[in-house]
């Protein structure tokens, strides 16, 4: 059974930072991308970054470069999310997903096939 599991969200004031984990089982890890995802209430869901695990090849949202880092631990099967300089507008439930083709790495609605429940996270002012 696939399974992703995201950790780490909590309440952090701005200007503060936050790791985010996506653990996983279930399927050939190195096979997949590994993107990570929010959605604030009354929006749809956003791609934020992503990482192509067989090269570590990373994918970013323009308004989290330099902020936002994804990095792999193959021997975990697990994904980070390192988020700095946090902002008001990060205030999300993250989400993790896997695909296993991936032609659009932060499109949400094409290719990831498997989703996490997702954590919060709120970023105060």
């Known amino acids: 059974e696939v399974q992703l599991v995201e950790s780490g969200g909590g309440l952090v004031q701005a200007g503060g930072s936050l790791r985010l984990s996506c653990s996983t089982s279930?399927?050939?890890?190195?096979?997949?991308?590994i993107g990570w995802f929010r959605q604030a209430p009354g929006n749809g869901r956003d791609g934020v970054a992503s990482?192509?695990?067989?090269?570590?090849?990373?994918f970013y949202k323009d308004s989290v470069k330099g902020r936002f880092t994804v990095f792999v631990d193959k021997a975990k099967n697990t994904v980070y999310l390192e988020m700095k300089d946090l902002k008001e507008e990060d205030t999300s439930v993250y989400y993790c997903?896997?695909?296993?083709?991936?032609?659009?790495?932060?499109?949400?609605?094409?290719?990831?096939?498997?989703w996490g429940q997702g954590t919060q996270v709120t970023v105060s002012s």
């Open positions: 279930g399927f050939n890890f190195e096979d997949y991308t």
């Open positions: 990482i192509r695990i067989s090269d570590s090849r990373t």
């Open positions: 997903a896997a695909a296993f083709v991936m032609t659009t790495p932060l499109n949400p609605y094409v290719d990831y096939g498997h």
